[in-house]
C-alpha cells in the first residue's frame, strides 16, 4: 500500500513539473535563479515590464514568453561568456496571476477576470455584464498594446462567426456603449416622426427602427415603385424602396429627415380597341404599352401595329410589326391626360379560289403567317383543287399588283421553304385548280373596291 502511495505522489509531481516546464514566462513572474558553485551569481529576480531579469552573471536576460527550460538555455549561453562550464537551474518562486482586464460593461464589472482555459471573449462579456441591450454596445479587444478586435455585443452574441478569441493573459477588453444620433421619418412608414438610431446606422436600419414600411408597400411591385429620399441640409438622395444593399450602404447623420413616397401618378385615357377600356392611374415611367397592359390588353379585334397617342391636342401614330411595334411602344413613356387609341385591326389576308372558307382573315399582332397557314385559315383546299396551282396577288403603295406562283405541294412533300413564303397584312392567295380555274379567271371577278380595300378602310 505504501509502495502504491509513493507511486502515486511520485506521479503526480512529475505531472506538475512538467506542467511548469511548459508554462510561459509572464511580467511580474518571480524566479529563482542559482548558478553551481557560484552564490554570488544566484538569486531571486522578478520579470520586468521590458520582459527580462537582471542577474550578476548573465545582465539583462530577455525570459519573456520563455518556457524555463528555454530560459535556462539563454542563461547558460550568456553563462559561458565567464564560466567554462556553467551549470544553471531556473524555478518558479511566484507566478503573477494570469489575468485578463474589463474596462466599461456594468457597474459591478471586475477590473480583471482569472484567465482560464480556452476561455472566450463571450465568457469574457457574460462575466462583466452588459447593463443593456447587446446592440446598444461594441466590444474591442487590445492585445499587447494592438486592437486585435472589433464587435458590437448583437453580433458577438448571435452570429457564429464573430470574433470571438480565444483570450490570452494580459488581453484588455473594453466594453463601451454606442453612441446615438436622432433622424426623422415621414411617409410609408408605421411610426413616423423622429427616432433614435445607434451611430453608423444605415437607411435600412432607420426603416426598422420605425417599425417597416406600411401594409400599402408590402407587394414586390409597390416597393419597386416607391422611392426613398434622405434630405441632409441641401442635397437630396434618392433609393428605390426595394434596394436593400444600397440602403445598407449609406450611413446617416444627425438631423437627416427620411421619406418613404409612393410614385407620382398619371391620369390616362385608353380607349379603343382594348378589352377594359376606361381612365387609369400610372406611376412615373410608365409607357403606352404598360397603360395598354393595365387596360387588359388589345382584344381580338384590335392591334398595336398602329397605335393612336393624344397629347395636347396633337395626334401621333406609333406604327410598327410585332416585336418592332411592343419596341417602340415602351419606349414612349405617357404624360398627364394623354389620351391612347387601338383601332381594330385592318391587318388581314383574303384567301379565294378553290378554297373551302375563302375569305378576310385577321392577322394576330406578334404571329408570322406564311402560305402553308393561309390554307390552314381557310379550312384546306376544296374539292378539286390543286397545290400546284397558288398564287399570291400583292399591291404596292402606289397600287401596283404583282403575281407570284407556288407550288406548296413541294413544300408539304420535300420541305422545300421556298414554296411556302411569308404572307404579308392585304395579300391577296389564290388556290387554282390543275386545269381550268386560273388566278386570270378569279382576279376579273373581283370588285376592284373589293381589291383595293387595304389601302381605302
Request: aromatic fraction near 8%; charged fraction near 25%.
Amino acid at each position: 500500500m505504501r509502495r502504491l502511495l509513493l507511486i502515486a505522489v511520485l506521479a503526480l509531481t512529475t505531472s506538475v513539473c512538467f506542467a511548469l516546464q511548459a508554462t510561459k514566462i509572464a511580467y511580474g513572474d518571480e524566479l529563482r535563479f542559482d548558478v553551481f558553485g557560484h552564490k554570488d551569481l544566484s538569486g531571486e529576480f522578478k520579470v520586468l515590464t521590458d520582459g527580462a531579469i537582471y542577474t550578476p552573471g548573465t545582465g539583462r536576460l530577455p525570459v519573456l514568453g520563455k518556457t524555463v527550460e528555454e530560459a535556462r538555455a539563454a542563461a547558460l549561453k550568456a553563462l559561458r561568456k565567464i564560466l567554462r562550464d556553467p551549470s544553471v537551474t531556473i524555478v518558479f518562486v511566484k507566478q503573477k496571476d494570469l489575468v485578463v482586464y474589463v474596462v466599461g460593461g456594468t457597474k459591478t464589472t471586475p477590473g480583471q477576470i482569472p484567465l482560464a482555459p480556452n476561455m472566450d471573449l463571450r465568457s469574457v462579456v457574460a462575466q462583466a455584464g452588459l447593463e443593456k441591450e447587446d446592440d446598444l454596445f461594441e466590444i474591442s479587444v487590445f492585445r499587447k498594446g494592438v486592437k486585435a478586435a472589433t464587435v458590437d455585443g448583437i453580433t458577438l452574441a448571435k452570429d457564429q462567426n464573430a470574433w470571438n478569441g480565444p483570450m490570452e493573459a494580459e488581453d484588455v477588453v473594453v466594453i463601451q456603449q454606442k453612441g446615438f444620433l436622432r433622424v426623422w421619418i415621414g411617409g410609408e412608414v408605421k411610426n413616423p416622426g423622429q427616432v433614435k438610431i445607434p451611430e453608423g446606422s444605415d437607411l435600412y436600419q432607420a426603416i426598422a427602427a420605425a417599425g417597416d414600411l406600411t401594409s400599402n408597400v408590402n407587394s414586390k411591385l409597390a416597393r419597386d415603385q416607391y422611392k426613398l429620399t434622405v434630405r441632409r441640409g441641401e442635397q437630396t438622395t434618392v433609393f428605390a424602396a426595394n434596394d436593400a444593399l444600397a440602403q445598407s450602404q449609406f450611413k446617416l447623420e444627425p438631423g437627416d429627415t427620411i421619406m418613404l413616397m409612393p410614385p407620382t401618378r398619371r391620369r390616362v385615357l385608353v380607349t379603343g380597341e382594348v378589352k377594359i377600356p376606361g381612365e387609369y392611374s400610372l406611376i412615373e415611367g410608365d409607357s403606352i404599352l404598360n397603360a395598354l397592359e393595365v387596360a387588359g390588353g388589345v382584344s381580338q379585334e384590335g392591334s398595336i401595329s398602329s397605335v393612336f397617342l393624344i397629347r395636347d391636342s396633337k395626334v401621333r401614330i406609333f406604327r410598327g410589326d410585332g416585336i418592332q411595334s411592343r419596341t417602340i411602344l415602351s419606349a414612349e413613356k405617357v404624360k398627364a391626360d394623354d389620351s391612347i387609341f387601338v383601332p381594330k385591326n385592318e391587318r388581314a389576308f383574303y384567301v379565294f379560289g378553290v378554297a373551302r372558307q375563302p375569305g378576310w382573315y385577321l392577322m394576330q399582332d406578334g404571329r408570322s403567317y406564311r402560305l402553308a397557314d393561309s390554307l390552314a385559315a381557310a379550312g384546306g383546299l376544296a374539292q378539286g383543287g390543286s397545290l400546284r396551282q397558288v398564287t399570291i396577288l400583292r399591291y404596292d403603295a402606289q397600287g401596283k399588283a404583282t403575281t407570284t406562283h407556288f407550288n406548296l405541294d413541294e413544300f408539304l412533300k420535300k420541305g422545300d421553304g421556298a414554296q411556302n413564303p411569308a404572307v404579308e397584312a392585304n395579300d391577296f392567295i389564290f388556290f387554282g385548280e390543275p386545269k381550268g380555274l386560273t388566278i386570270g379567271d378569279a382576279i376579273s371577278g373581283l370588285s376592284t373596291l373589293f381589291i383595293l380595300r387595304s389601302f381605302f378602310r
